[in-house]
């Protein structure tokens, strides 16, 4: 037996209950890893108020991103028992052990620890994704990340200084402008009413990527903050409103909107989990990431997490460390 925090209704963090269920067998092609660490994320936390397209059927363990311990490969496998891994699963993270698709599993590096492991997938995998396959973000352009001290944020500003990138990070308070500031931003706006102005004042003509993982009327204005020929791209909408953009804007600047989603059905083929991994991880051991984790809990407090980024109160990535 183990413990998995299981989802017993769609009334948000306080429908888990943490139980004793039946360990975990794998499918074909399936490695059973030991968790050490679970990433906090937007989307489980949307998957406990029934928000996402087709919420599962109940009860169910949510969880997406993990690290830990091989624990079980099948035969041929190029993962081992023993091995230090993170991977990605579309539920059943939230549990001392979790079957992890084969191919959605990525080595830990060497210098990280697990609870840098389990924050190093999501987030950084769709910045990646984002930046270089939706955004053809070149060395040398200028990057506006909204929300950039949040976890899908300091990811983004890590990733976009590594690739050469000059980093603008929209924030909403100091507290948050340290963060986005210890992350690698180059410099500081504040997402006041009428950013764009100072966004152009920072970056000339403007900026040639925005990353937007915000939504509702911050997307609007940050859609003037692009140079002509400039990608905005969506990430989400984390302020809870979709926006209506003004195309004309598109029109007249020559500027995208550009969707990201890493996970979906729909994404065109572009760089493998593994390959990802393996870039993120030789970037990680030359220091040029470093997840900011701003909040660690045990596992008995898995939805207090929760919780705190439904509120909006957490800083950089909540990791879940998970007792061996």
């Known amino acids: 037996m183990m413990q998995a925090f299981v989802l017993e209704g769609f009334d948000g963090p306080d429908a888990l209950r943490l139980t004793a269920t039946d ?3 794998p499918d074909k092609g399936g490695v059973i890893v030991q968790v050490r660490a679970i990433g906090v994320n937007f989307p489980d936390l949307l ?3 029934g928000k996402l397209p087709n919420p ?3 009860p169910t363990i949510p969880g997406r991103e993990i690290s830990g311990i091989v624990k079980q490969a099948p035969h041929g496998s190029v993962w081992k028992p023993g091995e230090r891994v993170a991977g990605y699963v579309d539920h059943g993270g939230y549990a001392e052990e979790v079957v992890v698709s084969h191919d959605r599993i990525m080595a830990l590096p060497a210098s990280a620890d697990f609870a840098a492991g389990a924050a190093l997938v999501i987030n950084y995998q769709t910045a990646y994704f984002a930046l270089t396959v939706r955004g053809r973000l070149t060395s040398g352009e200028a990057v506006l990340v909204l929300g950039a001290s949040g976890g899908i944020g300091t990811a983004a500003v890590q990733l976009a200084r590594a690739l050469g990138a000059r980093v603008i990070a929209g924030v909403a308070n100091d507290e948050q402008a340290a963060t986005a500031v210890s992350a690698g931003a180059d410099d500081v706006v504040l997402l006041t009413s009428g950013f764009a102005s100072r966004v152009r004042a920072m970056a000339g003509d403007g900026v040639d990527v925005v990353v937007d993982p915000l939504g509702g009327d911050l997307s609007i204005e940050a859609l003037r903050c692009l140079a002509p020929e400039g990608r905005h791209l969506v990430v989400g909408f984390a302020v809870g409103k979709v926006p209506e953009l003004p195309t004309n804007r598109l029109l007249t600047r020559n500027v995208e909107v550009v969707g990201v989603s ?12 593994g390959e990802v991994g393996r870039v993120l991880a030789d ?6 990431l470093r997840p900011h984790i701003g909040e660690r809990y045990a596992l008995k407090e898995l939805p207090l997490a929760l919780a705190r980024l439904e509120q909006g109160v957490v800083r950089g990535k909540a990791v879940i460390e998970v007792s061996g």
């Open 47 to 49: 998957t406990t108020r």
């Open 283 to 288: 970037m990680y051991d030359r220091n040029l």
């Open 56 to 58: 599962p059927e109940l």
């Open 23 to 25: 360990e975990p067998v």
């Open 262 to 273: 890493w996970t979906g059905p729909t994404r065109r083929p572009g760089p493998a989990f």
